[in-house]
C-alpha cells in the first residue's frame, strides 16, 4: 500500500504565476489535511476536506488559495498569482477515518522567484 | 478551539539517557492525541496515539507517551535514547467529540540526542 503521494517534490514559480500541488491519498483514505510549513516553524493547518466537500478551509486565506478533493483523483491544493511570501513547504496528509491518525506525504517545496 | 502546546523549543539529552518531551494540550471535548517525528526535508512519521484506553500509550522506535487527563499532558518518553532520535517532534489534538475539528499540532521540539 503506497503511502502518500505529493506531487511534484518542488515547484519553482515565477511572481504571479499559479502554483498546482498535488496529492494523492492512501488508498481507501477519504480524509485529506493540507498543512504549511515554513523554515524551522511548526505546522499551520489550512484545510480539511473529505471526498467532494471541504470540511474546514479556516486557515486557507481568503484570496487565491482554493482546494478540492474530486470524487476521483487527487486532491489538489491551487496558489493563483504567487507572492515571494507564499514560498514554504506544502504538506498533504490523509486518514482512514476521524480516530485514526493522519499519515503525511513528502510535501511539495514551493519556491517562488 | 483546540490547542497544543510544547513548552520547550530544545531538548538536549544524552546518548543512553531517558528523554521526556512534553505536551499539555486544550480541547473540548474528548481528546484524541498524536506525536509524530518529522526529520530534515522529510514529511512527519507517526509515532503513537492516544483515543481512549490505557493511559499508557507505546509506539514506534521504544516510544511511548502517557495521557493525563487531569494535567490535561501527553509527554512523549523514551527509556534510552538514541542519536539516531534527534529530530524534531510534534504532538497533535484532535476533539473526538467534534466531526468537524482537524488535527492541531504544537509547534515543534527539537530534540538533540549528544554522543
Known amino acids: 500500500n503506497a503511502g502518500v503521494m505529493q506531487n511534484p517534490r518542488h515547484l519553482v514559480r515565477r511572481r504571479g504565476q499559479e502554483a498546482r500541488l498535488r496529492c494523492s491519498p492512501m488508498k481507501g483514505h477519504s480524509h485529506v489535511y493540507w498543512y504549511r510549513q515554513l523554515p524551522e516553524e511548526g505546522l499551520k493547518f489550512m484545510v480539511y476536506l473529505q471526498k467532494e466537500n471541504i470540511i474546514d478551509e479556516s486557515g486557507m486565506p481568503k484570496e487565491r488559495f482554493s482546494a478540492e478533493f474530486p470524487k476521483e483523483g487527487p486532491s489538489i491544493l491551487r496558489i493563483q498569482q504567487v507572492v515571494r511570501g507564499d514560498s514554504a513547504a506544502y504538506f498533504c496528509a490523509s486518514s482512514l477515518e476521524r480516530t485514526g491518525e493522519a499519515f503525511f506525504g513528502q510535501g511539495t517545496r514551493l519556491t517562488v522567484v | 478551539a483546540q490547542s497544543v502546546a510544547q513548552p520547550e523549543d530544545q531538548v538536549n539529552v544524552a546518548e543512553g539517557n531517558p528523554l521526556t518531551v512534553k505536551c499539555t494540550y486544550s480541547?473540548?471535548?474528548?481528546?484524541?492525541l498524536f506525536w509524530y517525528v518529522q526529520y530534515p526535508n522529510r514529511g512527519l512519521q507517526f509515532l503513537l496515539k492516544?483515543?481512549?484506553?490505557?493511559?499508557l500509550v507505546k509506539g514506534s522506535y521504544g516510544f511511548e507517551a502517557e495521557f493525563n487527563k487531569s494535567q490535561t499532558s501527553f509527554h512523549l518518553k523514551k527509556p534510552s535514547a538514541l542519536v539516531s532520535d534527534s529530530a524534531l517532534y510534534f504532538c497533535a489534538v484532535r476533539d473526538g467529540g467534534n466531526y468537524g475539528q482537524n488535527f492541531v499540532f504544537g509547534p515543534g521540539t527539537r530534540l538533540s540526542v549528544l554522543p
Open positions: 492516544y483515543i481512549t484506553g490505557d493511559n
Open positions: 480541547v473540548s471535548g474528548n481528546p484524541y
